[in-house]
């Protein structure tokens, strides 16, 4: 069992920043892979990165490739999204999710964290 419990969320402009981070309680947090998706108004979940259990593999969608760094702290058991150059198409509620490596499906994910871009 994993709980994950998101924030860091808000109202920024285009062009700002913000962080986002996971917080993950359950299984040891070091043992599995982590990923953030976003979803926005009317529109499917889409993944926006992932990172390996130790840190070292990061993946990212081309639409924020260069924007967004994902980062984990496995001493701390938190996940981070940092998100910079914002952009009014990056508003959507952020979710994070932990793959406990069974498939690739992500098998546990929180309750998610809205950020707002305004143009």
């Known amino acids: 069992q994993v709980h994950l419990v998101e924030s860091g969320g808000g109202l920024v402009q285009a062009g700002g920043s913000l962080r986002l981070s996971c917080a993950a309680s359950?299984?040891?947090?070091?043992?599995?892979?982590m990923g953030w998706f976003r979803q926005a108004p009317g529109k499917e979940r889409e993944f926006v990165a992932g990172i390996g259990w130790s840190g070292g593999s990061t993946y990212y969608a081309d639409s924020v490739k260069g924007r967004f760094t994902i980062s984990r702290d496995n001493a701390k058991n938190t996940l981070y999204l940092q998100m910079n150059s914002l952009k009014p198409e990056d508003t959507a509620v952020y979710y994070c999710?932990?793959?406990?490596?069974?498939?690739?499906?992500?098998?546990?994910w929180g309750q998610g964290t809205q950020v707002t871009v305004s143009s």
């Open positions: 359950g299984r040891t947090f070091s043992s599995y892979a």
């Open positions: 999710a932990a793959n406990l490596g069974v498939s690739r499906e992500y098998d546990y």
